[in-house]
Each structure stands twice: as C-alpha cells, then as structure tokens.
C-alpha cells in the first residue's frame, strides 16, 4: 500500500511538473512573441518619428524663426522672441477695420475678407491667408519694418479661390 501512495504520488508530481513545464513554455513563447511585436512597433514608431521630423525641417526651410540671417536683420529693433508676434499683430490689426481688411483686394458679400493665418518667410516676405467664410484666398506680402516700428506693406501678389 505504500509503494501504491508513492507510485501515485509521483505521478502526480510527474504531471504537475510536465503541466508547469508546458505551461512556463506556452508563457515564455506568448511573451516573446508580444516582445517582438512591441519592438516592430517602436522601430516603426521610430521611422515615422523620423519622418515627421524631416517633414518638418523641409516646412520650416521657409521660415523667419529658422532663418538665422533674417531674425538677426531685427537686431536693431530688440524684440527679441517677440518678433514674430509683432509681425502678426500688425496684419492682424488690420483685421479690425470695419468690412474687408485693406490688404485684401477682393470685395466680399459677406462681413468682408479677413486675414486667418499668417507665415513669416524671411524679413522681407510672408504669406497670408483670407477668407470671408465662404471663399478664400492667399496673399503674398511684402513688409519693411521702420526705425520707429511701423511697418510699411505691399501686397505683391493675391489669389482667390473659386
């Protein structure tokens, strides 16, 4: 009888060892498996990083803030970092006058053209985008910022969208 108990007492631990080998392999297969699922997906992450990155340094090629020569064109005026904002707020201010904004050439049926989106080129060019709410447009303008800061503007070109 007590050879049985031990007989069956191996065989019990003989399938509970074989149940806890298939089952760690079964566990480590699955982890590895997501382990390299997971770095496909960060290697993928990483190219799109990548090419978001160039992406972006291809659209910021045509910029005042990347443009080193350009900002430094400011120097005398010390804006410094509020440059750019000064830039824009005098297009923008002309947003204020009542119907179409006077660098706008087109005529509106609506509340009249305002300039929505503005981008800084270099110290001379920006472009500008328009719209009444119904059509829209885009303009290049052309700006000399004087000692006192007043800006001098020159619509050089202009489109309006069908």
């Known amino acids: 009888m007590k050879s049985r108990i031990f007989m069956y007492l191996f065989l019990f631990t003989l399938l509970l060892v074989l149940f806890q080998y298939t089952n760690n392999k079964n566990v480590y297969e699955d982890q590895s498996k997501r382990i390299a699922d997971l770095r496909e997906k960060v290697e993928a992450q990483e190219r799109s990083i990548q090419a978001l990155q160039q992406a972006n340094d291809d659209l910021q090629y045509f910029s005042l803030e990347t443009n080193e020569e350009s900002y430094s064109y400011f120097d005398d005026l010390e804006l410094g970092d509020d440059l750019p904002t000064f830039l824009k707020d005098a297009i923008y201010e002309q947003n204020a006058v009542k119907g179409n904004n006077p660098l706008v050439p087109y005529e509106s049926f609506r509340d009249g053209f305002k300039v ?40 050089v070109e202009y489109l309006l969208y069908p």
Not at 126 to 135: E, L, V
Not at 138 to 150: C, H, P, W
């Open 116 to 155: 929505n989106k503005i981008k800084l080129l270099n110290h001379r060019w920006m472009i500008a985008d328009f719209s009444d709410g119904d059509k829209w447009g885009e303009l290049i303008i052309k700006y000399f910022v004087n000692d006192d800061k007043s800006m001098d503007v020159e619509v």
